[in-house]
């Protein structure tokens, strides 16, 4: 510590947190709200500030590797950060918006689901060093927060109600924490995006057409990618259990990541 910290991606990481507890925030008062309607508005919030971290989550790493300002401090940091936005604060999040109804089965598998975010992120920063470029071991806690947070929103927004939609995220909420330490193996997002070298025509007319779906459906958009992105993890690693003689090579060693670029 000596040499100093850089100071803009530690910041925008700290934004991400700050985030987090936002929405920590927002669940308690919705917990705390006796009118449905002024309730839901809170989860809306607590919700929204999650999505809305994933930029900060993107954001500091980018910078840093365009500043060439990576460090171990920045690295630690995120993993903090990670553990607040993407834990503990979609933990408390479903806890407080319909889990808490289904008494110690609730509260356990919201404290499960933080339990595995912990063991996640604390395996990626063991394994950094020999952390693949292009793929990553379980899914990554930020595309687990989101599902989450997507999946409420859109609850929310479209009034849905059934009598088992509180155990369809108890049981949503399993499989994510699993899936978080699992040995699936998922694709960077932030690989396949790369600003550098050339890509193949079709990808833009697909940004496109995504960027356009969000704007006119936000929550339902999200849910949806983010819902295919888990499946596409199940389905590949179905597909080379299956196909073991055309299991992919590994891939080579990456660096250690940017401060604040931590996707776990």
């Known amino acids: 510590m000596k040499k100093g910290i ?21 669940s308690l008062k919705g ?13 809306s919030y607590a919700a929204w500030a999650i999505l809305f971290a994933n930029i900060s989550d993107a954001l500091d790493g980018w910078v840093a590797r365009l500043t060439n300002s990576t460090s171990k401090f920045g690295m630690q940091l995120d993993s903090l950060s990670d553990m607040v936005t993407f834990g503990v604060a979609p933990a ?9 109804e289904l008494g110690r089965g609730g509260w356990a598998v919201s404290l499960f689901f933080v339990l595995m975010a912990a063991l996640r992120l604390a395996r990626f920063n063991v394994q950094v060093d020999n952390a693949e470029s292009r793929s990553f ?18 609850c929310i ?9 509180e155990y369809a995220f108890l049981g949503l909420a399993l499989l994510l924490g699993l899936l978080m330490v699992s040995t699936v193996r998922y ?11 050339k890509k193949p025509f079709w990808i833009l007319p697909v940004v496109v057409i995504i960027v356009v779906l969000i704007l006119i459906n936000p929550p339902r958009t999200i849910l949806i990618a983010s819902c295919l992105y888990l499946i596409s993890g199940l389905a590949e ?21 940017a401060p604040g670029g931590n996707p776990a």
């Not at 690693?237 to 990541?257: E, S, Y």
């Open 237 to 257: 690693d179905a597909f080379r259990r299956l196909n073991p003689r055309r299991a992919p090579q590994p891939l080579r060693p990456a660096p250690p990541p």
């Open 31 to 43: 917990a705390a709200c006796a009118a449905d309607a002024q309730a839901a508005g809170y989860f």
């Open 187 to 197: 694709h960077s997002l932030k690989e396949v995006m790369k600003l550098k070298g």
């Open 6 to 26: 850089y100071l803009i991606p530690n910041s925008i990481t700290l934004c991400g947190m700050t985030l987090g507890f936002y929405s920590i925030l927002s």
């Open 92 to 100: 408390i999040l479903i806890f407080s918006w319909g889990l808490h």
């Open 137 to 154: 071991t379980g899914i990554p806690t930020p595309s687990a927060a989101t599902i989450l947070a997507s999946g409420i929103l859109v």
């Open 157 to 165: 927004e479209d009034r849905i109600q059934f009598p088992w939609l």
